[in-house]
């Protein structure tokens, strides 16, 4: 029995002390890890002190400036943007008029040709022509089209 008791203290003194090893690593660790935290605490310090003295000895002046110019062709690009599609509309316009106007000389009528007595006798110096979409007329002149609706 005390071979047992003896053995039991003597097991409960090995686990203590394993506990105690094992506290102590953990403390260490943990000094160790706080040494590191303030030495980059430090250093992030010392960065930010340089880099705020930095911003302060910087001009302002020519950045403004340089700012300034930016803003003015940025502007100036944009007018451009606006002038091209612009153009780009009028060219599609352009091309639409051209189509309907092709499709519509497709379509018309062979007149006889000018001056020259039409189907009811009278010289044909202005004969309208029939839209094919709707009932409006176009009146055929000598140098344009323009719709009469």
Known sequence: MDNLVSFVLLGLGFAMGLVVLYLLRQRRAERLRLRLVAGQSHLLSAQLAQRQADLEQLEMEPLDELRGEAVAALDALHVQ??????????????????????SWLAQAPKLPPRGRPGPHGKPNLHHPLPLPSSGATISKTSSCARSTI
Do not use: P, S
């Open 81 to 102: 943007l606006i002038e091209r599609q612009a153009h780009l509309q009028n060219c599609e316009d352009l091309v639409h008029l051209q189509r309907q106007k092709m």
